[in-house]
């Protein structure tokens, strides 16, 4: 799936018409992200919530992932923490994991955002959630701090690692790879 990512995924901003893929999106996938989320995250994120996500003014911030038969795989979110800054959260599919898609979808929002005026990036991850942490690093984030035992994914608790992702820093490597990539 590497060679063709471009050709093979969509990547494009959730609007109120993406929630009932959204919510089918969340509903088959609740037994696999619970191993990396909190489920009082998952528990708040009902209709409700996304709703008021998707009519919100962090709307220009929720990008979702589709092959082109329009299945869903894939959901980017920002939060805005300051006028230049942001922290992302995303979630893949299991079936899609390990293929490269968050990696090549990341990059595509990093970009984005960047043109936008967001100089930083921040992602916080468990500790034992590898293939994030090889996504975030691939991507050009490094680890900014350790919050000992932040996470509490029932039976257990993990530490939290915050990443962090400069445009100013990365400059160079950013725009020359990708020169050729067409903004979604």
């Known amino acids: 799936m590497r060679a063709d990512m471009k050709k093979l995924l969509r990547i494009r901003q959730a609007t ?80 899609f994991t390990n293929l490269g898609i968050a990696k090549h979808a990341l990059k595509h929002i990093l970009v984005l955002w960047a043109s936008k005026g967001i100089t930083e990036v ?13 996504v975030l690093l691939s991507c050009g984030f490094e680890i900014n701090e350790i919050q000992k035992n932040a996470i509490n994914l029932d039976p257990e608790i993990h530490d939290c690692l915050v990443f962090r992702w400069s445009f100013a820093e990365d400059l160079p490597y950013k725009v020359n790879q990708f020169d050729n990539i067409p903004v979604c």
């Open 16 to 95: 109120e018409a993406d929630l009932r893929c959204i919510l089918l999106f969340e509903f088959r996938n609740r037994g696999w992200f619970s191993q990396f989320l909190p489920s009082q995250v998952l528990r708040q994120q009902t209709e409700i919530y996304f709703k008021r996500l998707l009519r919100s003014n962090l709307k220009h911030l929720q990008y979702l992932v589709y092959l082109p038969n329009d299945v869903l795989i894939g959901r980017f979110n920002g939060q805005i923490l300051s006028n230049k800054s942001v922290e992302v959260s995303y979630r893949i599919a299991k079936n």
């Open 122 to 134: 921040y992602a916080q991850v468990a500790d034992h959630n590898k293939a994030s942490i090889k």
